[in-house]
């Protein structure tokens, strides 16, 4: 079992920055997956960044060049920073967490353990 719990939204205008973190508790955080998802409103959840328990990275076309996904294994903590905000940045973010070998194709559903979400919103 893993709980998550996100923090770090808020308001912020365009080209501003945030960064999200991701607290993990429960199982050992060094064997899962690791992913950030948003879903705005009237729009699918999807997955913009995720990394692999070996720290590759993998980002959605949306966010690359903009946003980086981090982890620090000895604080359990997943980061998302965020960079050069876009008001179609404006969200509800999650992190989630699995026991995939690999991330690269991975999608909400198949992610046992979610936190809460916090939401981002961007202005212009």
């Known amino acids: 079992q893993v709980q998550l719990v996100e923090s770090g939204g808020g308001s912020v205008q365009s080209g501003g920055s945030l960064r999200l973190s991701c607290r993990a508790s429960g199982s050992p955080y060094s064997k899962y997956c690791m992913g950030w998802f948003r879903q705005a409103p009237g729009k699918e959840r999807e997955k913009i960044a995720s990394i692999d328990r070996d720290g590759s990275t993998q980002y959605a076309d949306s966010v690359k060049g903009r946003f980086t996904i981090s982890q620090d294994n000895a604080k359990r903590t997943l980061y998302l920073q965020m960079n050069s905000l876009e008001p179609e940045d404006t969200a509800v973010y999650y992190c989630?967490?699995?026991?995939?070998?690999?991330?690269?194709?991975?999608?909400?559903?198949?992610?046992?353990?979610r936190g809460q979400g916090t939401q981002v919103t961007v202005s212009s």
């Open positions: 989630a967490a699995e026991s995939f070998v690999q991330c690269s194709g991975t999608y909400w559903a198949a992610f046992r353990y």
